[in-house]
Every structure is written in structure tokens, then in C-alpha cells.
């Protein structure tokens, strides 16, 4: 999992603006410097939100591989009860009917593009 919490480097040390949650104690990080007034902050959240979610897709597709997954009537029993939904309609999946480049289903596995990652 990735995981990004600012901070500031200073006196040999960095200072984290908050603790990470949930993280053992002896955890492998990754540090970058910025330069001051050279990054947009907003083009930096967008790239630290994209590289979150390709983790949290790869992180599925790992516990595909590992079949930690469950049928999908389960997860809607359990969205059903957890949220006292008194039905959960679940779309059917069908294989697009063009061959652009779109997102849809092949094979029975939901494929969608990652587009503007190279901004």
C-alpha cells in the first residue's frame, strides 16, 4: 500500500505533518525533495492520487490472484445489511459491443483505461 503524508526536512531531520496510521513499526519509506516554488501543488495531489489508486488496483489484483476474494451476491448481502439496503440491484456485464477502446468486459474481467497519467 502507498501511503503519503507530508512533511518538512530541516536540521538533518524530517518532521511529519501527521503520524501514519495503521503502519508497523519498522516500515520502508520512500523520500522526495521538492524544490520550493517549483512544484504545483495541485498537479502533486493529482499524481499522488493516481499513484494511490494504480496501489489500490494492484493491491486487487493481487488478492485476485491469491483468491482472497468473495462472489459478488456476498458482497451485496453484506453492503445490504451493513447499510439496511432492502435490495441492491447489481448491473449485468456484457461485453462491449465496439472495439474502441473504452472501458467494459472481456473475459468476465472488468478492464477500464488509466488516461491522463502521463500529464
Known amino acids: 500500500m502507498i501511503r503519503t503524508i507530508e512533511g518538512i ?3 538533518g531531520q524530517i518532521e511529519l505533518t501527521q503520524l501514519p496510521q495503521n503502519m ?5 519509506v520512500l523520500v522526495t525533495f521538492l524544490e520550493p516554488g517549483k ?3 495541485t ?11 494504480i496501489a489500490g488496483i494492484q493491491q486487487g489484483f493481487e488478492e485476485l490472484n491469491a483468491e482472497q476474494t468473495r462472489p459478488i451476491g456476498d458482497f451485496a448481502q453484506g453492503m445490504q445489511q451493513k447499510y439496511d439496503i432492502s435490495s441492491l440491484k447489481l448491473p449485468r456485464l456484457q461485453k462491449p459491443k465496439s472495439s474502441k477502446p473504452t472501458a467494459g468486459i472481456e473475459s468476465g474481467i472488468l478492464s477500464l483505461p488509466i488516461a ?4
Open 24 to 28: 508497523s513499526d519498522r516500515t520502508q
Open 43 to 53: 498537479k502533486l495531489s493529482q499524481l499522488i492520487d493516481k499513484l494511490e489508486t
Open 9 to 11: 526536512y530541516q536540521n
Open 116 to 119: 491522463g497519467f502521463a500529464d
Open 39 to 41: 512544484i504545483d501543488p
